[in-house]
């Protein structure tokens, strides 16, 4: 054995030499084993041919630990508490309002600072509340964290997936996900490789064979060395070559968002450079007006606490779910759930109790084959299979006679082939499946039987004598049919109930399933699904033609593959619709990875908790009514408060361009413009934010704020250019006419408040008393430091009469602004 010690942290990847058959590396019986991790090595060690009974001791594993060859992922799955309050902090319109800041100190002007506590405030909050849910989520991730079966001293050891490592033997069940590169030792699985390569076919994976991570079992178990950990596996390999092409994937929203703040920071700063110079060199204002001028528009054109409004609505939003248990793996999810108008479900474990039950044994070759021969061979049958699904649980609890013999060899149930198999040797061999699958052509025969059974709700299962080779490939020899067995499930109480709400919502319910349509139509009727009696064998479905047709259709799809579940999915995605998906299968994988937004149960499958954009973890479909309630109140109220902090940006900049073109004097300060923020902008925002609101969400967010917030913002405008004309025509003096202004903006802002608070409640109403007496008492009692006036009697009569007539100008253009919303949707 031959190696060279590691380098230090930094440096250049280095190789382990390891004696083995293989061709890397042209060296002939030896492979190299390229690492690139950032975590130190502090020494190069042997790979070790551990066996599938033993496994690695105890003493290797944490040698190999702490060494760094661990299964590390590539990059922390969480923000730091530092990184958070960095994110937080320094921003680019922090250090835009740093700025202005400075420019307001340099003049003096020290009571027109008032903008900065809110802007320290903002951070504060979202600093508190991310930490906060960070604290949350992290508890949630911690009970559902998937654990990794492992062999060490000859004993099965249950760890983190994250403290296995190189060389240990793992043990793979069916739904397992692969979480590191491995070579099959012994036993046999089936494995689904399409979230990693994109092939849907499910896998033989025997001795020899490499399991690539990423990739789920579908069926079976084995036993396998773990091969490439950490940065070196192939989904980790795969995960740092799409961030270097690719950014985190963001909600319409949040990229809507994105756009705009990035729009506002490119202008902002030569719009604030252009108005300063006008000002100063035009117009001939002093320095220290001219800075509060320009200081003062900036500070309207930035929504200083819009992306904090949305940011903190969302983490509440995770953290009222997480109350709730369920959690969230993908902040964006919340927005889809909002829009979701089609909810495709599986029928086991969603509508109905995910454990099965077997009932009854129906014999079909009495003459031959009694109840007894029955048993024995369902025995040795069930003997022979692990109990890695609820069917092959429920039977082995059915037939519980003890095994007599063996199986030479055994097929698990596949879910894309509908059957599985044993074979005992001497051309003694038996399917067990859905019968259509098994009896091909013969089907024609047992048809009545076997849908007399499925209308009455019975999952039905086929037992035959199959004088043929058991090797996952098609049926090509002659099958006898021996017995049907039946299974109920029951349909879970609180389902009916759930699937009204979301019928009453005008959500469409798919039901997708693997069992008989027959069986699933009865038991969605039984849960009350509009339309369940429109149903269709998902066999039929050979082209994508018929499967978009289809999805329009019909209601209930059975005997559906798991590649199949994926392409309904994207064919209603197609057709326009959002799309939730639940699941708690391996054969849900595919579409819970599809779907808009895939909502896991957390008592299913490990690999479809790890896929799904969201996991019920108390795995109870009666909670995702609340979930959907949560997702809508949280994106509705967003877009209603986030028309507040747009309508007064669309102000400052539609007065400032007008002050430009026209050679006019702003007439709004800093301190002026703050006391409008806090009262009509900041506080009404954040109560909203958080109200009850279970409407639908329609339309693109980013046009549903402009327009919602296009009335409010213009009236502003035509009110304060109104101001600014009547004190030049009644002699009205600068500070008096910024007072008028001022106030002209809280009565919009009155206006506004009222329009995205209909209809009120009494909470509406209190806020809205509330800002008024707020604004007033400020005024007043505070009147020196927001530089706020006594209006004259000519002053108070402009404010009346413009104020009067920007009413009627502000609701005409509500109206307005209600039938272009009507339009964009």
Known sequence: MSGRRGKPRGMEPFCVIKPQGGTCGEAKGVVIIMRTESIRLHKVLRRIDAKAETGLTSAQAAERLDNGYGNVSPEPPEKTALRIICDNVFTYFNLIFILLMLCVIAVGAYNNLTFMPVVVINCAIGIIQELRAKRALSALTFVSAPRAEVVRDGQVVPI??????????????????????????????????????????????????????????VSGECRARLDKVGRDSFVSRLTIEAKKSSGKKRSGMMHSLSRLVQIIGFVVIPFGAVMYYQQTSVLGRPVEDSVLSSVAALIGMIPEGLYLLVSVALTVSIMRLAKKRTLVHEMRCIETLARVDVLCVDKTGTITEPSMTARDVVLLCEDRFNRAD???????????????????????????ERPKRRAARSMPFSSSAKYG??????GEAYLLGAPEKILLHDYDNYRDAVESYSAAGYRVLLLALYDGDISGKRIDAEVMPLALILLTNNIRPQAPKAFKFFADQGVDIK??????????????????????????????????????????????????????KRKLVRALKSAGHTVAMTGDG????????????????????DIACHVAHLVLLDSNFSAMP??????????????RSASLFLAKNIFSFTLAALALIFTLTYPITPSQLSLFNVMFIGIPSFVLALEPNINIVRGRFLVNVIIKAMPAGLTSMFAVLAAMKASALFGIEHGEMATIATTLLAAVGMMMLYMISRPLNRLRRALMI????????????????????????????????????????????????????????
């Open 160 to 217: 983190p997936h994250t403290e296995t490592v190189l060389d240990d033997v793992a043990i793979f069940k069916a739904g397992c996900q692969i979480y590191a590169d491995a070579v099959v030792l012994s036993g046999e699985c089936q494995a689904n490789e399409a979230l990693v390569t994109g092939e849907a076919d499910e896998i033989t994976k025997i001795p020899g064979d490499k399991l690539l991570s990423g990739s789920f079992v």
């Open 374 to 400: 029955i048993d024995m061979i369902m025995a040795d049958y069930t003997g022979s299979m692990s109990a890695d699904n609820e069917t092959m649980t429920a039977l082995k609890a059915f037939f519980k």
């Open 421 to 426: 198999g044993v074979s005992f040797g001497d």
């Open 511 to 564: 039901v997708i399933s693997g069992d008989n349509p027959v069986t699933v139509s009865r038991i969605a009727e039984e849960a009350g699904i509009r339309g369940a009696q429109k149903y269709i064998d998902a066999s039929s479905l050979n082209t994508e033609r018929r499967i978009r047709r289809a999805v329009e259709e019909y209601t209930v799809f059975g005997r559906v593959t798991p590649e199949q």
């Open 586 to 605: 391996v054969n849900d994988v595919l579409a819970l990875k599809e779907a808009d937004c895939g909502v896991a149960m957390a008592s299913g499958s």
């Open 626 to 639: 609340a979930v959907v309630m949560e997702g809508r109140r949280v994106i509705n109220n967003i877009e």
């Open 770 to 825: 509330a800002m008024a007496v707020g604004f007033a008492g400020g005024g007043i009692l505070l009147h020196d430091l927001f530089e706020l006036t006594m209006l004259t009697p000519t002053g108070a009569a402009a404010t009346i009469v413009i104020a009067a007539l920007a009413a009627p100008v502000m609701f005409a253009l509500g109206r307005l602004s209600g039938r272009l919303a009507s339009i964009s949707v």
